[in-house]
């Protein structure tokens, strides 16, 4: 799974519901190792109270519903969630959003998405390293086969995914060229995704020689990425296929211009919000910041836990910052990266990635390289 959001409307606060611990799959990379927890109906009537110590009457509140898997609870169950807190929170404008790995999808579940999440599901996937058996990798053979009739499904019912998938060692290694990663998004009628850092917590910490990426091998891989991201979508315009929309390769260029153009606007994880406009509800009550921070504390199956003041995050994020970011060309637009990554990890590129943002300033500096700003 990932803490990002599967869709982007905007928003005063972000709350992840964290519905239920367990899966039905074996990740190698999941920061939730697979638990019992779970959200009580009770939990649900009382999130309203906790969204009230932040928010104020009106605010715009995205709730993610998330896991472990969110669907093993039934689509009824989740429904009534939803309308619990559209009931006891009536002062707030609520936006709904899921992330679901889509083996429990059926039409219960297609008629919840159209009347609820505005026909947006937030779909999990990635190569080779989503298990329906723990340690076996043949399993995930299996986990394909289940998974991609059930995306043409969703997509015969006329709903609208958003693949998200984890940016991980493994993940670069099967698609050495970033063309047959996007040629394989489009055969699969895939126009909108995430790639998700990934993070040295929860099943990664075990796997993470397999999984895992060092700071400078992650901006490596993802400036590659985005240089032919930005020329497949040029070719595409060319040639009339559909354009896809890969974050964070949008945002991270639109902010890179916006600086260069005098402006200036974090985006995503690179912007800070998640020191004060995030939260986390799960079975133990409210935790300020996001879910990866939090996936691991009270979970008696985690090995570790990540060491934050999660009381006090921002303080938390200036203390991180052992590489002088004051003095960064791009610390208007980036405040260090998701705080669930080593600032400095030896590999002599920081958290925030300062040699992908040189390769996105070099992009949208090219006037002849297909990019627009919007």
Known sequence: MSGTVPFTPKFDHLIYMRVFEGCDLRCQHC??????RRLKDAD??????KVRTFAKPGDRILVQWHGGEPTLLGAAWLRKAIETLETTGPEFEWIHGIQTNLLGYNGEWAQLYHDKFNGEVGVSWDAKIRLTRRDDPASFADFENRFWPKMEQLLADGLHPYLVVTATKVLFQTFKNPVDFFSMLESRGITRGHLERVTETGEARKAWDTVGLSNAEYSRYMSRYARAYVLWNMQAAEQGRPHLSLSPFDGLLKSTDELRRGEAKGYGCWSGNCDT???TIDADGYKRGCTALTSEDGNSRATAKLALDKDNLVEERK????VDCHACEFRKICSSGCMAISMDDGSGECAGGYSLFKAATAIVSNENCGWKLG
């Open 31 to 36: 920061f939730i190792p697979a638990n019992p």
């Open 44 to 49: 649900v009537e009382h999130a309203a109270d």
């Open 277 to 279: 406009r995030f939260h």
């Open 319 to 322: 203390l991180r910052r052992i």
